[in-house]
T-cell receptor, first 112, second 112 residues
């Protein structure tokens, strides 16, 4: 069974700081990588996706992918209290990349 | 409004009593999947479907069945529920597994 590992946290940062969330995956054939945010009691919602090595930026969010190291990260700049949530890393896997495997999530708390 | 709907939202049942959780999407998505979310274990894929009549096992399929007779519907069937299937269940859909997953609101199931 292919695995996706995340630091469980909790990760606590002050408002305005950079939050760094990390994820490693075991399937070298994985092709698509996602970060979802889940507020307590709510459904996951997509924050970022990345397919190629390097960085991808969208507003305050930057996803970084290193396929050689099997590592994907999410940086949140200028963290806000509203960013406090659980962040889920997800990776496609399986021979045809039809399966989607999630990490257990990292709980982020941004303190005012 | 583009959405994924699940019913029921809450269900308490007894061991062995067959139940079905319905999932429907109005976005003409090809890919649909079911997940369960448990504390400390994260979000785990139960089954997924690439298209009508095409389904495959995720990481935790034991004790579950699915069917995809129509593109918009993807019901989850528990033929003989057991207490270890007490969980929060999410249905999701997307154009492909490499695209954004749209999650339903979740179904909280308790099996006594």
């Amino acid at each position: 069974q292919k695995e996706v590992e995340q630091n469980s946290g909790p990760l606590s940062v002050p408002e305005g700081a950079i939050a760094s969330l990390n994820c490693t995956y075991s399937d070298r054939g994985s092709q698509s990588f996602f970060w979802y945010r889940q507020y307590s009691g709510k459904s996951p919602e997509l924050i970022m996706f990345i397919y190629s090595n390097g960085d991808k930026e969208d507003g305050r969010f930057t996803a970084q992918l290193n396929k050689a190291s099997q590592y994907v990260s999410l940086l949140i700049r200028d963290s806000q209290p509203s960013d406090s949530a659980t962040y889920l890393c997800a990776v496609t896997s399986g021979g045809s990349n039809y399966k989607l495997t999630f990490g257990k999530g990292t709980l982020l708390t941004v303190n005012p | 409004e583009a959405q994924v709907t699940q019913n029921p939202r809450y269900l308490i049942t007894v061991t062995g009593k067959k139940l079905t959780v319905t999932c429907s999407q109005n976005m003409n998505h090809e890919y649909m999947s079911w997940y369960r979310q448990d504390p400390g274990l994260g979000l785990r894929q139960i089954y997924y479907s690439m298209n009508v009549e095409v389904t495959d096992k995720g990481d935790v399929p034991e004790g579950y069945k699915v069917s995809r007779k129509e593109k918009r519907n993807f019901p989850l069937i528990l033929e003989s529920p057991s207490p270890n299937q007490t969980s929060l269940y999410f249905c999701a859909s997307s154009v492909t597994p490499r695209a954004k997953q749209y999650f339903g609101p979740g179904t909280r199931l308790t099996v006594t």
